[in-house]
């Protein structure tokens, strides 16, 4: 693995493996974050290339998963955790993570496991992404730090400095989707972020607050994306508080 890649850690309790990870993961850059909320803020406004992501019974993964593999498919997290079950091995594998590890750590297996999942990420078209990460990762970075602003595709391709056209196919190469689907993927999950905050916001702030011009185009894009309208994904997070 190249220097470049870097590991976003989201753990309350890293600070017992951190140092030994580190040690193992010399050419990666660690992050940590204690916080899933700074994690999120982290993950839309950096270039990350690997999530390890802790799941507690009191601070369960599956949420947090949900938004991070919704908004970047292409980065792999691998789930940890010391509460293991089959049924939580099946429900995460199913939410699209990489790999699941049961701690205490064994070194050996979780340097392996970022071995493998970095490599599977870059591995496909190795070439042609390295040719063009410098530009995709100015671009992803700008568009998850300004998603609340109107962004043209003009304008994130000179802050890429690529053509409109080899950004858009590089988009779709690299990550899978094409350019207005992954604005609209950050656009969304910020608002799922902002509906669990409960945060008493009405649903055409949030849109708006989110880079949408207008609530409809909002609610149909939110719907399209979650399968539920944000009022009723609002009221069902009451519902749940309430219980």
Same mark, same amino acid.
């Given at each position: 693995?190249?220097?470049?890649?870097?590991?976003? &850690?989201?753990?309350?309790?890293?600070?017992? #493996?951190?140092?030994? +990870?580190?040690?193992?993961?010399?050419?990666?850059?660690?992050?940590?974050?204690?916080?899933?909320?700074?994690?999120?803020?982290?993950?839309?406004?950096?270039?990350?290339?690997?999530?390890?992501?802790? %799941?507690?019974?009191?601070?369960?993964?599956?949420?947090?998963?949900?938004?991070?593999?919704?908004?970047?498919?292409?980065?792999?997290?691998?789930?940890?955790?010391?509460?293991?079950?089959?049924?939580?091995?099946?429900?995460?594998?199913?939410?699209?993570?990489?790999?699941? +590890?049961?701690?205490?750590?064994?070194?050996?297996? &979780?340097?392996?496991?970022?071995?493998?999942?970095?490599?599977?990420?870059?591995?496909?078209?190795?070439?042609?992404?390295?040719?063009?990460?410098?530009?995709?990762?100015?671009?992803?970075? #700008?568009?998850?730090?300004?998603?609340?602003?109107? &962004?043209? +595709?003009? %304008?994130?391709?000179?802050?890429?400095?690529?053509?409109?056209?080899?950004?858009?196919?590089?988009?779709?190469?690299? &990550?899978?989707?094409?350019?207005?689907? #992954? +604005?609209?993927?950050?656009?969304?999950?910020?608002?799922?972020?902002?509906?669990?905050?409960?945060?008493?916001?009405?649903?055409?702030?949030?849109?708006?607050?989110?880079?949408?011009?207008?609530?409809?185009?909002?609610?149909?894009?939110?719907?399209?994306?979650?399968?539920?309208?944000?009022?009723?994904?609002?009221?069902?997070?009451?519902?749940?508080?309430?219980?």
């Amino acid at each position: 693995m190249g220097k470049r890649h870097t590991i976003l &850690l989201i753990d309350s309790d890293a600070g017992e #493996y951190y140092q030994n +990870l580190v040690a193992k993961a010399r050419d990666c850059r660690v992050i940590v974050e204690k916080s899933k909320q700074k994690a999120c803020e982290f993950f839309f406004r950096n270039n990350v290339d690997l999530v390890l992501l802790d %799941h507690t019974p009191d601070d369960p993964c599956t949420d947090l998963l949900q938004v991070l593999r919704f908004v970047a498919p292409s980065v792999p997290v691998i789930i940890m955790t010391a509460y293991g079950s089959e049924e939580l091995a099946i429900t995460v594998f199913r939410n699209g993570a990489s790999d699941y +590890l049961k701690k205490p750590h064994n070194t050996k297996e &979780l340097r392996h496991s970022i071995e493998v999942a970095i490599g599977r990420k870059y591995g496909l078209d190795r070439e042609a992404f390295n040719q063009s990460l410098d530009g995709m990762s100015r671009a992803i970075r #700008y568009i998850n730090g300004n998603y609340c602003l109107p &962004l043209r +595709l003009a %304008h994130i391709a000179r802050e890429a400095g690529m053509s409109v056209s080899c950004l858009e196919r590089t988009f779709k190469k690299t &990550l899978g989707v094409t350019y207005s689907r #992954y +604005l609209n993927k950050v656009r969304i999950a910020r608002a799922i972020q902002i509906l669990e905050e409960g945060a008493e916001f009405s649903i055409g702030e949030i849109a708006f607050a989110c880079g949408f011009t207008n609530q409809y185009h909002f609610a149909r894009m939110f719907k399209k994306m979650t399968k539920t309208c944000p009022r009723d994904f609002k009221k069902a997070l009451i519902e749940n508080r309430l219980h």
